[in-house]
């Protein structure tokens, strides 16, 4: 838009030089040829005249006897001569077209060749000579008409006229090539403060946005003077997006506004604000207000705001969240010190704090930690053989005397220095840095090289789960799952693939659709940590789950706690009811086995039978179970 403006600007003035050039030219062109033709007329009736006038007077002296005939002849030819040149000579052709010159001058010439025997050798006291003197007397009041009409007449005011009409002409086309010119530029002056405004100020709440942020900072950090204390502090709102969504981005900007001016109104001279995000704000503090003052001033304000979102939110959903850098002497860039707040504001986001939370080298640690692992597991989940990164597996054991064995694919990564790494951690890594995909197909590219060393007939009564995280799980799921497993030793039929509650609720009518296709190509899909979340026994029904795993916290002490076990009946009986097969997780002890076997869920895992084992024991474990699987039924079932 701003371009286009610039190009009409420069259309606009590139005429108007053109225009304002071409007048000047038209101007001096028509101002030229009045001119020339006036010099022309002036010259070529002044000369015409004089001779006349001079024959007129050599004439008069002739006859009074004062002149000789020889001096009174010369000033006939001369005055001939001059007629001739006038009516017959090209440069006198434009003058003697105009207002009757040449019939004027062609009577006098007429006069002449009457008269010229007369003038050649008539006497002084002739009769025709005192004839030609009044007859010429007459005729030359017509050449001195021309030369009025000429300088004096319509002809002379119609040329002036002409040159006033092309100067106003041009001066009215320059004059609003002039006022477009300055309209555009008025307009382009606007344009560029707007720009301007927008490259260095947030559109919504007027504040300053991050490139001012970092332009105040870097201005302040160059002069060593200046260089006193300094306070970063960012504030985030926690689940605001939420607001958005079921109220509308009206209310949501209308609440960013009003937050904005609570911010701006509280903070006082040395206190610069910015919004430095969609729900994210930046003070920092380098004014006169004493070091030990700001922190209890950015708890206020961070109070003060909570309690502002509170009202404006009626599900009390959006919290505010701060985190805080302080420097007294700082010595780091702007860029550092907005890391460190914004590490701050991190721990602060991940434990749900409701306050300013300082920034210390500890969080930077982790900081630091994190960014590490990130890049080493990007490495990693390039390298399926990698000794680092492993699946471990947790036999899953059927409670009926049925000859199969299940196992849970749980990853475990044993880091050089950090030592290990919690499956949690490398999940939430993966989903941070756009890894969930890549983390699930190394999974199943893992799995399927593990068990390739597995014998057949271990090999085929065994089945495996693995869990998805949020990014894998989509409508491509089914489609990446096919060409993992086409190459691998372990059907479609046996893959079981999990999924929490948080993933398969959250959009139930895709949830549906995802399962229906993974149940296409074969592979089943089971419920995992039911009950810790928000589950609805109808949405077993309409997900068609073939498993669902009890969480671990319902099993625990299940033989002495009454209510536990009704629950976990209850949930086992609708299940069977729906044809959902129920896995009790977490069985440690022989009681929890025997009160969830009497209840009749279908299979166990837990540490009664195996922790995760890495792969060698895992594959001892199956050597043992097959070849042993009644006796284990026996002492399943005591």
Known sequence: MLRGKFLSLILMVTTFLGVTLWSVWNYDRAFNAVTRYTQLS?????????????????????????????????????????????????????????????????KILALFERYEQDVVQGEPNSPALKMFTAALDDEMRGV??????????????????????????????????MLATMVMLMVLFREVRRQHFLAWNDPLTRLPNRAALIKHLQQWTSHPGRRSSITVCLMDLGHFREVNDS?????????????????????????????????????????TMPTYLRFPFLEQLRSELADLVFAADPAHRVRVFMGTSQYVKPDHSPEEMLLFADIALDSAKRKRLNRNVLFSSSMYQH??????????????????????????????????????????????????????????DIISLAEENGLGEALGGWIIRRMQLDLSGFPEEVLAPLEISINLSNSMFNMGLAREIEEKMEDGPLGLHQLIVELTETIALDD???????????????????????????SSFSYLRELYFDKLKIDRSFITAIDSDTRQALFVETITTLSHQLGVRVVAEGVENSDELKAVLTIGVDEIQGYFYSRPLPLPEFMQFCHRYFAHSAAIQEVALG
């Open 247 to 287: 109220l509308g981005y009206e209310v949501g900007d209308a609440l960013l506004k009003r937050l904005a001016a609570r911010i701006k109104a509280a903070s006082g001279q040395g206190i610069f604000v910015a919004r430095t995000g969609s729900d994210e704000f930046t003070l920092i503090i380098t004014g």
């Open 508 to 534: 139930i009518a895709l949830s549906k659709q995802i399962i229906h296709s993974l149940r296409q190509i074969g592979v089943r899909v089971a419920l995992d940590d039911f009950g810790t979340g928000w």
């Open 367 to 424: 900081y630091q930690r994190k960014r590490r692992l990130s890049t080493e597991l990007r490495e990693l989940i390039h390298c399926p053989q990698c000794p680092q990164l492993a699946l471990y597996y947790q036999p899953i054991v059927r409670g009926q005397s049925v000859v199969r064995l299940g196992a849970e694919a749980l990853i475990r990564w044993h880091h050089p220095e950090y030592g290990f790494i919690a499956p949690l």
């Open 42 to 106: 002036a010259w070529a009736l002044a000369q015409l005249e004089l001779e006349i006038h001079a024959f007129e007077e050599g004439l008069q002296l002739y006859r009074a006897g004062a002149a000789s005939r020889e001096e009174m002849n010369k000033r006939f030819d001369i005055a001939w001569n001059r007629l001739d040149v006038f009516l017959h000579g090209e440069e006198a052709k434009s003058v003697r077209a105009r207002f009757g010159a040449d019939k004027a001058v062609g």
């Open 144 to 177: 001195r008409d021309v030369m009025v009409k000429n300088f004096t007449g319509p002809s002379a005011i119609a040329q002036r006229e002409l040159l006033n009409e092309s100067k106003t002409q041009n001066f009215f086309i320059l004059g609003f090539l």
